[in-house]
Each structure stands twice: as structure tokens, then as C-alpha cells.
């Protein structure tokens, strides 16, 4: 398992330094910060000697390679809107997304196993086309449609729900969570039915039944972990696409979340930060990637032993 | 002590098996068509019957609805099935999950498919002294090895830990044969156990559940489409056709004067009879789709001597000597011809 792990980060680790450049660039771009942050009054003097005092008068190639050795580092810069550590300010917005996230995927699996494994248990039945059309609309809503909507009825109309913030109680969870939610569960019914048909349709399943095992037996202890395998892998895929999600729903919920910070650093041209956010989204993206193979290496005893040791 | 609840104690001579008018249908996209139509045959304890038959011809549908697992698409419309005495076509889901194992017992011939890819084998073998015994982990996994250790797989307390695709086919097949003669079934049906496995090892498979069968006196239904199989090792054969059986009786009476013009056709078809540079024997056609089985015979389409009353009358199983029957209307004209 540990060489299994260390390949998989060696691995992980060459596009790692290919969305580094990609956003180092990218964010050069967007203008120079110069216009943005000095009056339009501002003599060619002060300008140089704000550019001076960033970096930003280096060629390219020397900012990159300042920004990688300070990288390396863990040193990220400053911001230009702040004054304070990128680094530091990423951590903290860092854990709000994190939360949400992490709540919204486990909300999405757990209800996904449910609703997925009973449209499978029957086929064809009542259950499985309330559960086909539910899940289809469900993952055909555009999220920030679904936010928009959710504030004006459940906020503004119903006043039941704060339209936006994270002052308050619990209530303050579910409109962010819900628009969040929506999709990824859509989705992963979807994966659940499709993956449990098969594996309940296996002839394993059938020899489990002719052994006399129950239809819980069947399901929880034959046919489930057969049918992880793709909904891991799509769960993983839908949890990076969460990044995007986080973007809108913190947004429009105005939640201190990272998808705030990389979209304010992006108005306003704060280089450092953008780049301290992507780094860290990409790096728990990798993160999450090799988590979700470790899954499966733990689940299928054929993928491990695929490994070479 | 698994047959308090049964009529028939055990060896009293009882047929262990006895299927009648068997009738499975089959919903497909076209269509409800009949898979098995009024199947019948009887197997004593200790004896084996072959259900002999090509692809498609029912053998498959008729072994899953005697054990129960029929898929949901396909469904039993009448007959009966008499395990040990019980008929067990009404008996309710969870009175059939009592006799799964230890009454009646299945082996089905894909043992890659069959066995659970990420459940150790050691315990899936458990498993039924799990059910129907409620052992303890320990207890059942000491009993899954002893079974290991009876169809010889080396090493066998190592090995319980090792996942199916660890195995080769033949071992495979050794560890499903085992899961299914675990708790001393009356009954066992072994769906072309040998199928995916080659010659070499075909034997060894089929002498194992051979010696396991006089050793635990279990009454064996072996479905097959292979000829030598069916001359070696059963005692009776039922042949099937497009869903029908058309003749039974004890094997080597049926084998030297067939009384139905379809298995003559399948006997006159073996290559040992062939003659060197002329075409295979074969029967002419194809099985008709079952969604066009014709009212009359069903084999009238191919048979060498179908004339008119075939075409009208479906011929039923009529006794055409001891413990033989055959559904023709000239069984009596091919057996002098």
C-alpha cells in the first residue's frame, strides 16, 4: 500500500507544476495591477515605483522564479488589496469551503445510496421512475438558477431562510447546501441505480441467493461493495466540480469561503492571493484523487493486487 | 434433522425430485413468450438425471425456477416442483430461503461470475453455516476449510483468505461445488458445471461431484448439451426442445434406441459416426423463436418424419416402455425403422 501511495503522489505531483505555470500566467493576463490600484492621477514616478516595490518591473521569467523559490517556501506574498500573508488568508477561507464541501458530498453519497439502491432493489417499479425523474431534474438545474430562486422564495417571500450571510444558526446551512447538493445527488442516483442493477443482476448475487441469504444479506453484504466502485470515482469527480459550485453559491450567499477569495482576487487583480488559492484548490484536488483511489485499492482486492509491489 | 418437516424421510425411496407440468414464461420486449412448457421428470436419491438439450432450449430456465431464481422478467405460470416431498412452488420466499442450501443446492458453470470478486472465498463458503446454522465466524470458517480440504484445494487454510481471481478455473469450480454440497443438500443441480473449463480438468470436476454424491447420497440433476457427459455419468435422461421435454428414460436404452426423432438426430449427429470425407451429420434447421413455437409438434419443422397430424396435434408424453416416455406421435414406427 505505501509504494501504492507514493506512486500515485509522484504521479500526481508533474500536473501539480503544469496548473502552477498555467495560473502564474493566466493571471498576468488579466492587466497590470498597476492601473488598478493608482489613482489615474498618478505620475509615471509613483507607477514605477509601485511596480518596484511588487515585483511587477521584473521580466516574467524573474517573477515566475521568485514566485517559485518563495513558493517553495510556503511564502505566497502578500496581498496587494490587504497587506496581509496570501498564504494566511487562504487558510482561512480555506476550512468555510471545506466545510461546505465535505457536508454537501456526504449529504449527496449517504442520500444517493438510499434512493439509488431502492430504485434498483425493483426495477421498473413506482419507486425507481419517482426516483429516475427526480434525479434527472435534479441534476439538469443550473445551481446558481436554483440559488437565485431558493433566496427569492424561501428568503424574500416565505422569510424563512436568511437571504445570504454566516451569522446565525443552523438555517444558515441549508440554502448554500441545498444548491450545492442538488446536482451532485442528481447525478449520483443516477450511478448508484445503474452500478446496484448490475451488480444485483450478477450471477454472485444469484449463488448468494441460492445459499438462502436474505435480500439484506444480498444487498448490504453482496452487491454493495460491488457497486461502490463507480460512484466513488464519480463522487470524486463531483466533488472537484464543488470548486466551481463553491464560486457561485459563495457569491450569491456571500459565504468568506475560497470561491469568494479567488473571485475578488481575480476583480482586483491580486496576483498573489489568486495564485495562493488555485495552488491549494489544486493540491486538495490531487489529494482528493488519491483518496479516492486508496478507496478503491481498499475495496477491490483486484485493484491492489493490480499494484505491482 | 432438516426433514422434520418433511414427509418423506430420507432413503424411504421417494423420488427426492419430482417436477410436473413445469410452465416458465418469459416477458421480452416483443412480448410474452413460453420459455419451459409443462416440463416433467423425477430423480431418486442417489441417482442422477441429465436435462440434455442445445442452447436455449429451456434446460437453464427449468433449473432456475426448481431452485427459485428466476430473474425478474421470467416467471413460473404452472406445475409443480416436489422437493423431498414439499412442493415447493408454494411455498412463500422466505420458506424457500429455509431450503436454499440445505434441501436443494445449485452449481452454476461461470465459477469466475459465481463467486464474489472482493468477499475472501473462505467466507463465502461460510456463509451457509452463517444462514441456516447461525455459526459463529469462527466456527463456520473452521467448517469452510474442512470443505476446502474435501475438494481438494491445497492449503487450504491459507487459501480461505485468497479472493476468487486468485484461483485457477478448475479451483474455481472446486470451491462453488463445495459452497453448494455444504450442508448435505437432498437435492443438487449442476448447470453445465463444466462449461468454461478444459478437458483435463472436466474430468476431475465431474469425478469429484460424482464421489460427492455417493458420499452424501444426494439425488443430482446435471444439465448439459455434451452427449459423453451425459453417457458416462447420469443414470436417466430427459432430452429437451424448444422448451419440451420429448423423451426420457434410462440413458443407455435411450442412447441405443432413441424413441424420439429429435434425439436420434442429436446421437446420429456425434462425429464418431461421421464418415471421412463427407459433411458432419447434423439435424437440419435451427430451434424454432420461442415467440413462433408452432401449435402442432414442436419439432415438426425439422423432422425427417413429420407429415400432416404433426402439424395439428401436439403429441403428449406417452409411455413407450419401463420408466420411458417420448412425445411422438410415431415413436412406435422410428423404433422399427
Known amino acids: 500500500m505505501t509504494s501504492f501511495l507514493r506512486k500515485r503522489i509522484i504521479s500526481s505531483a508533474i500536473p501539480l507544476v503544469f496548473v502552477v505555470l498555467g495560473v502564474f500566467c493566466l493571471a498576468r493576463l488579466t492587466g497590470s495591477p498597476v492601473d488598478l490600484y493608482l489613482p489615474l492621477s498618478a505620475t509615471p514616478q509613483q507607477r514605477a515605483e509601485f511596480s518596484a516595490a511588487h515585483g511587477f518591473d521584473d521580466s516574467i521569467p524573474v517573477q515566475l522564479w521568485d514566485y517559485l523559490t518563495n513558493a517553495a517556501r510556503l511564502d505566497f506574498g502578500t496581498s496587494l488589496r490587504t497587506g496581509e500573508s496570501a498564504g494566511s488568508m487562504v487558510l482561512k477561507a480555506f476550512p468555510v469551503t471545506l466545510q461546505l464541501a465535505g457536508m454537501t458530498m456526504l449529504l449527496a453519497i449517504l442520500g444517493a445510496l438510499l434512493v439509488g439502491s431502492l430504485a434498483a432493489y425493483r426495477p421498473n417499479s413506482l419507486i425507481d421512475r419517482i426516483a429516475g425523474l427526480l434525479s434527472m431534474t435534479a441534476a439538469s438545474i443550473p445551481d446558481f438558477w436554483f440559488a437565485i430562486v431558493g433566496v427569492l422564495v424561501f428568503g424574500v417571500g416565505l422569510d424563512w431562510l436568511p437571504t445570504s450571510g454566516t451569522l446565525g444558526g443552523p438555517e444558515i446551512w441549508v440554502l448554500p447546501i441545498a444548491t450545492l447538493l442538488i446536482r451532485p445527488f442528481g447525478v449520483l442516483v443516477q450511478v448508484v441505480r445503474g452500478s446496484m442493477v448490475g451488480a444485483l443482476s450478477a450471477p454472485y448475487v444469484k449463488v448468494a441467493r441460492s445459499k438462502g441469504a436474505d435480500p439484506k444479506r444480498v444487498v448490504f453484504g453482496h452487491a454493495l461493495r460491488n457497486s461502490i466502485t463507480p460512484v466513488l470515482t464519480v463522487a470524486g469527480d463531483l466533488t472537484v466540480g464543488l470548486v466551481n459550485g463553491a464560486v457561485v453559491v459563495e457569491t450569491i450567499f456571500g459565504w468568506p469561503g475560497i470561491g469568494k477569495l479567488m473571485i475578488d482576487s481575480i476583480l482586483q487583480r491580486d496576483f498573489a492571493v489568486l495564485q495562493a488559492a488555485v495552488l491549494l484548490t489544486a493540491v486538495t484536488i490531487f489529494a482528493l484523487n488519491i483518496l479516492v483511489d486508496v478507496c478503491h485499492a481498499l475495496i477491490d482486492p483486484r485493484v491492489r493486487q493490480a499494484v505491482p509491489a | ?337
Open chain 2, 1 to 337: 434433522m432438516k426433514s422434520s418437516t418433511l414427509p418423506t424421510p430420507a432413503g424411504t425411496g421417494g423420488p427426492a425430485l419430482e417436477v410436473e407440468g413445469l410452465c416458465v414464461d418469459l416477458r421480452t420486449p416483443s412480448g410474452t413468450v413460453r420459455a419451459v412448457n409443462g416440463v416433467g421428470f423425477q430423480v431418486r436419491k442417489g441417482r442422477t438425471l441429465a436435462l440434455l438439450g442445445e442452447s436455449g432450449c429451456g434446460k437453464s430456465m427449468t433449473a432456475l425456477s426448481i431452485a427459485g431464481l428466476l430473474d425478474p422478467t421470467a416467471e413460473v405460470t404452472g406445475g409443480s416442483v416436489k422437493v423431498s416431498g414439499t412442493d415447493v412452488l408454494r411455498l412463500g420466499q422466505a420458506g424457500r430461503r429455509k431450503l436454499a442450501g440445505p434441501v436443494l443446492s445449485i452449481v452454476f458453470q461461470d465459477a469466475l461470475t459465481a463467486l464474489n470478486p472482493v468477499q475472501p472465498v473462505g467466507r463465502q463458503l461460510a456463509e451457509p453455516f452463517r444462514i441456516h446454522r447461525g455459526m459463529s465466524r469462527r466456527d463456520a470458517r473452521e467448517k469452510a476449510v474442512e470443505l476446502m480440504t474435501r475438494v481438494g484445494i491445497p492449503e487450504p487454510r491459507l487459501r480461505a483468505r485468497a479472493y476468487p481471481h486468485q484461483f485457477s478455473g478448475g479451483m474455481r469450480q472446486r470451491l462453488l461445488i463445495a459452497m453448494a454440497v455444504a450442508l448435505d443438500p437432498d437435492v443438487l443441480i449442476a448447470d453445465e458445471p463444466t462449461t468454461a473449463l478444459d478437458v483435463t480438468v472436466q474430468a476431475q470436476i465431474m469425478r469429484l461431484l460424482r464421489d460427492l454424491q455417493t458420499e452424501r447420497d444426494m439425488a443430482l440433476v446435471l444439465i448439459t448439451h455434451d452427449l459423453a457427459v451425459v453417457a458416462q455419468r447420469a443414470d436417466d435422461v430427459a432430452v429437451m426442445y424448444a422448451g419440451n421435454v420429448v423423451e426420457t428414460g434410462p440413458v443407455a436404452e435411450v442412447f441405443s434406441r432413441p424413441r424420439h426423432p429429435y434425439t436420434r438426430g442429436l446421437l446420429d449427429s456425434v462425429p464418431e459416426h461421421a464418415v471421412r470425407g463427407r459433411p458432419l451429420p447434423a439435424v437440419p434447421g435451427s430451434p424454432p423463436e420461442l415467440s413462433a413455437v408452432p401449435s402442432g409438434c414442436v419439432f415438426q419443422a425439422r423432422c425427417p418424419l413429420a407429415q400432416e397430424r404433426c402439424a395439428q396435434e401436439r403429441p403428449r408424453p406417452m409411455s413407450v416402455g419401463a420408466s420411458r416416455s417420448a412425445a411422438c406421435h410415431f415413436s412406435e414406427e422410428l423404433d422399427r425403422v
